[in-house]
């Protein structure tokens, strides 16, 4: 094999490397443990992102109310993390 011919698969060996190592990531995966859920007493649950702290509650009506969560915005929230 001559030098150049070795340059090519020298540089095909390099490229393909390259390749192999950027595309095989795949997406990334979930953080473990990263939101908490909580029941207080049956009525009220909550999720809470022990990342950020941000915590979103909802209040179960025996009626079958509102079934929205509801972020809690309290103090220890920084506004700029919005």
Do not use: H
Not at 28 to 43: D, I, K, L, T
């Amino acid at each position: 094999m001559d030098t150049r011919g070795a340059g090519v698969l020298g540089g095909c060996i390099i490229v393909a490397s390259l390749i192999l190592s950027l595309g095989s990531r795949g997406p990334a995966a979930p953080e473990v443990g990263r939101y908490q859920f909580a029941r207080s007493n049956g009525v009220n649950c909550f999720v809470i992102d022990t990342r950020t702290g941000r915590l979103w509650q909802r209040f179960v009506e025996p009626s079958g109310g509102s079934l929205n969560w509801e972020e809690n915005k309290g103090p220890w929230i920084e506004s700029s993390s919005k």
